[in-house]
């Protein structure tokens, strides 16, 4: 290893500034979306049995709901433009806009070149949380979303139920296209209700045990209109062990909500990002 130089101490000691300082990020209008979500109404549901994903649509202007029910359960979140899935949740720029977890106000931001709101969180009954002595928070934007791939790449071994295949079956079901092709489509995730963050010693990704408790919910408006996907995880609540089908897991709820369309007035649907897209050329 190189020895640190005489001014180590020095160049440690500078303070970080924040990457993307938010000011100026175009924010939501929370007590608008609340006075309209009182007047919503149900009209939809879907339900994730365990270790498996479900689809659902949500037109733009709608609420859904995702719920912990029968048992504490991790659940991971891929979304779609409804009309052009070319353009999906992108998990790092959100993290990079909001940090490594997300809550109340966030957003979740679509993939490039189109980088605009696709959801705003509403609602989050596990907001209490904060961040526990471990340095653990709920529901990140920093792991991947558990992948056969990489179980295969550490065991050697095959196993169909990872987030990311039954994400893929979903997907494939829902645009009614080939598994091969769905594969490709399934994107990072919101970790739903995950509880997780780095080591502090080596700065490893480590899961622990979900805070989540049956009733626990997590409510986004849709500021677009949305295919959605959620995957209830192999791993349960993530106390032990994913990638296998030793976990007890549980189902997840997706219920989505109508507002009355007056309720909403002053608020429109976001427009693709305003950039040329010349990249100077
Ligand atoms: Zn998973």
Redesign the pocket.
Known sequence: MTDAPPDAEARRAIPPVICYPTETLPQPDLSLYARARKGARKVDEALAPPREAASFRVPAGHFFRITSVEGPQ?G?LNLWAADNHDERFYSGKTRALHGTHLGVGHRMWSSFPYLRPMATLVEDTLGWYGQDPFGGRVHDVIGT??DPHTHHLLSGAEYHH???S?LTRAYAAAAGVPVADAARMVHDVLNVFMCTGFTRDTGQYFMKASPVRPGDHLEFFAEIDLLGAL?A???GD?SAE??SDAAACHPLLVEVFAPDEAALEGWSSPPVNGYSGTHGV
């Open positions: 991790v991971d979303r558990c990872c987030c990311h039954n995957s995880c192999p791993g993530c994913h990638s």
